[in-house]
């Protein structure tokens, strides 16, 4: 058995979490933050048998996409060791998608 933790976009979510329900899958969902653009994502927690996997991630990869680029700030260090100022340089990312890790369960007990 594994353990797949798929951290999706918000806009995605609903509908990762519909397709997967809709193959069987049964899915844990938690609102989590991202660390970089502190932008709302997704947690979804799914347990499958070792052969269901490739079709987990294959129903992701069809409901997530990345958009557009988004301009951000990030923090840039300039100055000597007795002067450090702090400025931002604007900087473009693309964001969405889908960051998935699959992990080996060792027990599941449903009660």
Same mark, same amino acid.
């Given at each position: 058995?594994?353990? %797949?933790?798929?951290?999706?976009? #918000?806009? #995605?979510?609903?509908?990762?979490? #519909?397709?997967?329900?809709?193959?069987?899958?049964?899915?844990?969902?938690?609102?989590?933050? !991202?660390?970089?653009?502190?932008?709302?994502?997704?947690?979804?927690?799914?347990?499958?048998?070792?052969?269901?996997?490739?079709?987990?991630? #294959?129903?992701?990869?069809?409901?997530?996409?990345?958009?557009?680029?988004?301009?951000?700030?990030?923090?840039?260090?300039?100055?000597?060791?007795?002067?450090?100022?702090?400025?931002?340089?604007?900087?473009?990312?693309?964001?969405? !998608?889908?960051?998935?890790?699959?992990?080996?369960?060792?027990?599941?007990?449903? %009660?």
């Amino acid at each position: 058995m594994k353990m %797949i933790f798929a951290i999706v976009h #918000d806009e #995605d979510g609903g509908f990762v979490v #519909d397709k997967l329900n809709k193959s069987n899958f049964i899915v844990t969902k938690l609102a989590t933050t !991202g660390g970089f653009l502190r932008r709302g994502n997704t947690t979804l927690l799914i347990g499958t048998e070792d052969d269901k996997v490739e079709q987990v991630i #294959d129903i992701i990869k069809e409901e997530c996409s990345t958009r557009k680029q988004v301009n951000v700030n990030t923090p840039y260090v300039s100055g000597g060791v007795q002067s450090i100022s702090y400025a931002t340089v604007p900087m473009t990312v693309e964001f969405g !998608g889908a960051t998935i890790f699959v992990v080996d369960v060792e027990q599941h007990v449903k %009660i």
